[in-house]
């Protein structure tokens, strides 16, 4: 803006603007370019004034030398009005790039916004860069799956150790657990426990029960052989108590190691029919439904419950921040691998890579869409804070070496043209 606006800039100037390597040459090829147009019209000047007053073939050079000298001065004309003031003259509807730049930036923003950044241009954009293909070739890389894991674990551990214990313990009191109190879960669980069943998921902690409690038994004979002695009648001798009590456990021991070393063994089978049961009425019975409800509910309702799972979270978040600082750690490793498998299968599951491509499409076709404006205000924004000279400036230093072509042009075409003119004004 000039000196002698009296309104206030409607943002602060950004500042003087600093040449960069390619700022450079192209400043260097403008003023080549002017020195060539500027030339041609000093030329055309000599040539008028060395053939003025001659005629025959110099009054046609003379005639063409005159056009090309108005040609080139209109086009000079043309082209500095838009950047200034020629010759510092204030003429009208001169330097219209520095009076109107606000103006200009905002028709660049809504042409940007009505032409460019609509949801269908950027779909189509996206539809064939293979977005999915591409992440995926990236993530598959070790290294590149692991840098963006060391990248990221020390600001995820920062935030996860950021969060407090009384935000947690709010958003279990206030929210989680009402939520879940409100919610029915005994359908859930009955089908979450037929799926275990049917699928034999429980079978390792069976496995495992049955080896513990074998081991147990059979280490513990006197905690056994008494257990088994406080349960026999107070007339029979103690020599027959100990007896009965001693056989009693080898036969446990026993059943417990036919039950361990058997996948087929009938308490097994059993022990699936009752899960099965439990799973079915769970789901389809009205009394078992609505206790567990109710178990569901005092559970969650002690005051226990909630302090007993804030306990639980710092002893999770103190192991998972451990972890993630962790350059070596195990977790590091983990999550690097799951990164590059999941980058793997982006390549060679065209369905997944289909789905994924979809998914990025829709989000920013609604981005653009929502928020396609904002995005491009910030061309009219940045051109505000731009003093008018400054933007003329830079803009010229962009373009100002193409339109030198038109004053070079001009000068070419009016010399054509004075020509073309006084050879048909000899002849008529």
Do not use: C
């Not at 029960?209 to 257990?227: F, K, M, P, Q």
């Not at 750690?329 to 390549?347: E, H, K, P, W, Y």
Request: no cysteine.
């Amino acid at each position: 803006m000039s000196t002698t606006d009296t309104a206030p800039p409607r943002s602060a100037p950004s500042g003087p603007m600093l040449d960069s390597a390619g700022d450079a040459r192209r400043r260097a090829g403008l003023r080549r370019m002017r020195l060539v147009a500027t030339g041609l019209l000093v030329l055309a000047a000599i040539i008028f004034v060395a053939t003025h007053g001659h005629g025959g073939v110099w009054g046609y050079v003379n005639a063409a030398s005159e056009a090309a000298m108005v040609g080139a001065v209109a086009d000079w004309f043309a082209v500095t009005a838009l950047f200034r003031h020629p010759l510092g003259l204030p003429i009208p509807h001169t330097a219209i790039i520095p009076e109107r730049k606000d103006s200009i930036g905002e028709n660049l923003e809504e042409f940007v916004t009505e032409n460019f950044l609509t949801a269908d241009n950027v779909q189509e954009r996206l539809a064939g860069a293979q977005v999915a293909r591409r992440i995926g070739e990236w993530l598959a890389d070790p290294a590149n799956a692991r840098r963006v894991v060391d990248q990221s674990a020390p600001a995820l551990a920062r935030a996860v150790g950021d969060i407090k214990d009384e935000d947690v313990k709010g958003l279990l009191d206030r929210v989680l657990l009402p939520r879940i109190a409100r919610e029915p879960v005994s359908e859930l669980l009955g089908t979450l426990l037929e799926g275990i069943v049917d699928d034999g998921s429980h079978h390792g902690l069976v496995d495992l029960t049955a080896r513990e409690l074998h081991a147990w038994v059979r280490d513990n004979r006197n905690s056994v052989t008494s257990i088994i002695s406080e349960r026999a009648p107070s007339w029979t001798p103690r020599w027959l108590d100990d007896t009965v009590s001693t056989r009693l456990h080898t036969e446990i021991v026993k059943w417990l190691e036919d039950i361990r070393d058997n996948p087929n063994h009938p308490v097994r089978g059993a022990l699936d029919n009752v899960l099965r049961q439990l799973a079915d009425q769970l789901q389809h019975d009205p009394d078992t439904m609505q206790q567990t409800e109710a178990l569901k509910v005092r559970l969650l309702s002690h005051p226990n419950v909630s302090t007993s799972l804030l306990s639980l979270w710092k002893s999770g978040q103190s192991v998972l921040v451990e972890a993630l600082n962790d350059p070596d750690g195990d977790l590091r490793a983990r999550l690097a691998r799951l990164i590059s498998d999941t980058g793997q299968r982006l390549v060679t599951d065209p369905e997944l890579q289909a789905t994924v491509d979809r998914r990025i499409s829709e989000v920013a076709g609604h981005l653009v869409s929502t928020y396609g404006r904002e995005l491009s205000s910030v061309i009219s924004q940045t051109i505000e804070r731009w003093d008018g000279k400054e933007a003329s400036d830079r803009i010229e230093l962009h373009v100002g070496r193409d339109l030198q072509f038109i004053r070079i042009n001009g000068t070419v075409v009016g010399g054509l043209v004075g020509l073309l003119i006084y050879t048909v004004s000899q002849f008529l």
